[in-house]
């Protein structure tokens, strides 16, 4: 998204709001990482206090692309941490978004990749690998799919069915 903000892209495209080809996620998460802005098709995954697939998911090129982690919002433990977002970084993820807890704040801040979750937590996950690819998620008020697009900015984040044209 160059220079077109999340509020811009609301007011221009009413139509697609009533819709629902693009919506807007609750306001829940908050902001870490460099890159505050940033967009892409979206991966999902859904774990419950456990990363190992998160991690899995962030060894590959991201080309791009941003990981929506549905973690069922727990607050009991972080699912992601420094070293798995400094690779995340380093493969051409542009994003993740996390709805449980992270860890590593301080390094996780260093890194240019765009990066949003409910909360920090210094207690690290499960190690048991159990998980779902790729099947649509739900978290802060709306579905997300496998394949839509991901708009974020210190606004807030938008979930679209296509490509916008901004």
Known sequence: ??????????????????????????????????????SGPIVTLKVFE????????????????????????????AILGGNPVVQAQNNGWAGIIVNGCI???????GCDIGVRALASHPMKANKKGTGEKHVPVNLAGTR???????????????????????
């Not at 997300?144 to 901004?166: F, K, M, N, P, Q």
């Open 103 to 109: 860890r590593d704040v301080d390094e996780i801040n």
């Open 144 to 166: 997300i799919s496998d394949g839509e697009w991901l708009y974020a900015d210190t606004d807030g984040i938008l979930i679209s069915r296509t490509e916008l044209a901004v």
């Open 50 to 77: 456990d990363n190992v697939l998160i991690r899995e998911f962030l060894e590959e090129k991201g080309n791009g692309r941003v990981l929506v982690v549905d973690g069922g919002g727990s607050l009991r433990c």
């Open 1 to 38: 998204m160059a220079l077109v903000t999340t509020a811009e892209v609301c007011d221009a495209n009413p139509q697609l709001i009533s819709s629902g080809e693009l919506r807007a996620l609750q306001p829940v998460f908050q902001i870490y990482g460099r890159r505050q802005v940033f």
